[in-house]
């Protein structure tokens, strides 16, 4: 589970939606080299993603350490805009994917984003299925005494999500549908005491709020600008959900440059909030880059992260990183919080100079392993 609603939905929509050409454009090519750049001969995809529309075939790497390594293959088709010198249109990408990991983990699923109307309206919908086999550590104050579960959870979902902007400005409201079928498989002979039964098999079906400011340079790979997003999710039973239970998330990520746009400055703040009785698979965990999902869980989550970037250059970069969390039952036992950080360091190279998209590996450490990722554009994408 992470960023979003259980981990399986999450990686999905990631393969799905990250590959999108939402960025906006710079100079063009002036001649056809569909993996080379005109103005350094550097190996750029620019061109390709461009002018060659059709089906892109992507084969990613899942380096998720809750579910162990493997892979993902998805293809995305574009469907292009007529764009002018000064306005570039960003296209709609329609897309499917499917990945499996070492642990036996797979999914597959198809998803559409659409930016409609200039930009005016901006959709997200997905389907899928994932059998996800992850481990359950409880919920902070109320751990296991062996520290972990092994479970399975084998869920359908789908999405529907759609945002309006307000006017001219950098200010989008929308809502969001989703709908999740989930049966969990405790591996352990024994019941599991701190689970309620009625999680194993469960329905959700659930509503949502969003409200967001943006106004990055670059949605893609930003070097500066500031993204602020809330949304809250309320689960009803008069929808279809087993149970009612609501979901609050807020995150702030501003990016500042510090030194004639070589240093880049990243910071982060996130927090998750669930309200009534959510099954025990939907409540907020710490999200960072070498602690793995659902390690660290409690009702109320909160964390904060910097990411600083150094232009080598105009092709390759270092970043640095470094965060620190803390998940807990209620506000009355925030003493009695589980705490996670992380720290690692990364590389990164402008692939895509038109689309401002940037792809590299970080090497991260937590409170209990080490891990690796392989990142394309923003490791804090969501």
């Known amino acids: 589970m992470r960023r ?135 919920v902070s104050g109320n ?38 079928k ?54 009803l039973e008069l929808l279809g959900s087993d149970r009612d239970f609501g979901r609050l998330s807020f995150f702030l990520y501003y990016y500042l440059p510090v030194f004639l746009h070589r240093w880049t400055a990243g910071f982060r703040l996130d927090t998750q909030m669930a309200t009534g009785d959510p099954p025990f698979y939907m409540k907020p965990f710490i999200a960072l880059r070498g602690v793995p999902a659902m390690r660290y869980q409690g009702n109320y989550t909160t964390l904060i992260e910097t990411e600083q970037e150094v232009m080598l250059t105009k092709r390759w970069s270092v970043v640095a990183f470094g965060g620190y969390g803390a998940a807990f039952k209620s506000f009355e036992e925030v003493a009695d919080a589980s705490n996670a950080w992380n720290a690692g360091a990364g590389f990164r190279y402008l692939i895509a100079r038109m689309f401002g998209l940037k792809m590299g590996m970080d090497l991260a450490r937590g409170p209990d392993q080490w891990a690796v990722y392989v990142v394309i554009g923003s490791a804090w994408a969501r």
């Open 143 to 180: 751990l296991l005494e062996d520290k972990s579960a092994e479970f399975r959870l084998k869920s359908y979902f789908l999405l529907q999500q759609a945002l309006f902007r307000i006017g001219s400005s950098r200010f989008l409201l929308g809502g969001r549908y989703l709908f999740m």
């Open 4 to 138: 979003k609603v259980t981990f399986s939905f999450s990686i999905l929509v990631l393969l799905l939606l990250s590959i999108p050409l939402h960025t906006i454009a710079q100079k063009k090519q002036k001649k056809k080299k569909p993996l080379r750049d005109t103005l350094d001969n550097a190996i750029d995809i620019s061109y390709y993603l461009n002018n060659l529309h059709g089906f892109l075939p992507v084969i990613a790497p899942i380096t998720e350490p809750a579910v162990g390594y493997g892979a993902a293959l998805a293809g995305a088709f574009f469907i292009p805009k007529k764009t002018t010198k000064k306005k570039f249109k960003m296209p709609d990408v329609a897309g499917v994917a499917g990945g499996i990991t070492s642990n036996k983990t797979w999914f597959a699923g198809a998803g559409y984003m659409g930016f409609w109307k200039d930009d005016r309206i901006r959709y997200r919908g997905v389907l899928g299925y994932a059998d996800i086999r992850l481990k359950y550590y409880g």
């Open 182 to 235: 989930t049966t969990a498989i405790f591996f352990e002979e024994s019941d599991i005491p701190i689970i309620n039964p009625k999680d194993i098999d469960f329905t959700n079906s659930g509503i949502g709020l969003i409200a967001e400011y943006e106004n990055f340079n670059n949605i893609f790979s930003p070097t500066k600008g500031l993204r602020i997003n809330v949304t809250y999710s309320q689960y």
